[in-house]
């Protein structure tokens, strides 16, 4: 779950729990363009304040509008859309052929929310149904749904954990790929047994810990909604960090070095318990091949990546794919430094 998520759920409960009336709005779908993505929330109070966001804005003012004005008080979940017509996506700030629909619910103890969020507390991955008939919903943790959607007369959401990125490495290229990783809401945990580079360390929101790589990895217990990436430059510590992260279902793992140390990396990891398929996982050279230079170039290329892979996009701007020969091959054109060639 997206903190944004948690703070509209959390807002939504504390209200209702203070007498307002309150409304939990859902985009159910969308047709052409729509500013925000199927699952977006907001929290509606009786007297027009608003929490999170389902369009650019003007479907809240609206919303805002239409509650002040006493409209918006049905004690079921009901559904609104917008964008319908040109006109209309026009006056609500639409792009071009957009349409929006958004499940309107009443909240109410039947609505589950405090039970919810402690869930989502203890790392639980929760899928939330939500009777329309009735208002009442109802939690599970051994559904199988990955996307909001509404179907025989249920609003089906799943819920779970927010993103996490594990940083192997305390050093100046962290402190840019935490800060991006922070602004896309992950969860960020810098990892360094080295007490030098720790002491320097002054980014807020950022959990950190002297523990050596692997023990960390192993206690965290990785799985499909964490990241890894190690920036030691130190095998030492980046390929104690790799054989754990390997091994797990993390949906991604990234090396830096150039493409001859990852090479060279790729070759150490194959003298330990690790296949070739989990090999193949880790992306070394990190990060998309943008021709980065400087330390915030590279890490938007590593935050780009992360991000493509997370939202299942196929991904073509990879050193991988890249045709120049590799650094030492005696034919390498001159000059261009990248994400791998900072990193030698």
């Not at 002297?210 to 430059?233: C, F, G, I, Y």
């Not at 943008?290 to 890490?299: D, M, S, V, Y």
Request: glycine share 8%; proline share 5%.
């Amino acid at each position: 779950m997206e903190s944004i998520d948690f703070d509209v759920l959390n807002t939504a409960l504390a209200w209702h729990e203070q007498g307002h009336h309150v409304l939990l709005g859902t985009v159910t779908h969308t047709w052409g363009s729509a500013p925000r993505p199927v699952g977006s929330m907001m929290a509606i109070r009786d007297d027009g304040h608003v929490r999170g966001s389902v369009s650019g804005g003007c479907v809240e003012d609206d919303l805002i509008r239409r509650i002040q004005a006493g409209e918006l008080q049905e004690a079921l979940p009901f559904e609104l859309k917008y964008g319908l017509t040109a006109d209309e996506a026009h006056r609500f700030g639409l792009p071009c052929g957009g349409t929006l629909e958004i499940m309107m619910e009443p909240v109410s103890a039947a609505s589950c929310i405090a039970e919810l969020l402690a869930a989502v507390r203890q790392g639980l991955r929760v899928t939330r149904t939500l009777d329309l008939d009735t208002g009442a919903a109802t939690l599970s943790t051994d559904s199988n749904a990955h996307q909001t959607r509404v179907q025989d007369r249920q609003l089906i959401a799943p819920f779970g954990p927010r993103y996490r990125l594990i940083i192997i490495g305390a050093a100046q290229m962290s402190r840019y790929v935490a800060q991006f990783a922070l602004a896309l809401d992950y969860q960020v945990i810098v990892c360094d047994p080295r007490e030098e580079y720790l002491k320097e360390w002054d980014i807020a929101g950022v959990e950190l810990t002297k523990e050596m790589p692997d023990d960390l990895l192993l206690r965290l217990q990785l799985d499909a909604n964490s990241a890894v990436v190690t920036l030691t430059h130190d095998p030492k510590l980046d390929d104690m960090a790799l054989i754990e992260a390997l091994k797990s279902p993390a949906f991604y793992i990234g090396a830096i070095g150039s493409r001859t140390n990852n090479i060279k990396r790729r070759e150490r990891l194959a003298l330990f318990d690790i296949s070739t398929a989990e090999i193949d996982k880790l992306h070394g050279p990190v990060g998309l091949f943008l021709g980065a230079r400087t330390p915030p170039e590279i890490a938007i290329a590593i935050l780009a990546e992360m991000t493509a892979i997370r939202n299942g996009v196929s991904i073509s701007q990879t050193h991988a794919a890249r045709t120049d020969p590799l650094p030492g091959s005696g034919t390498e054109g001159g000059g261009s430094c990248t994400v791998g060639e900072l990193a030698k």
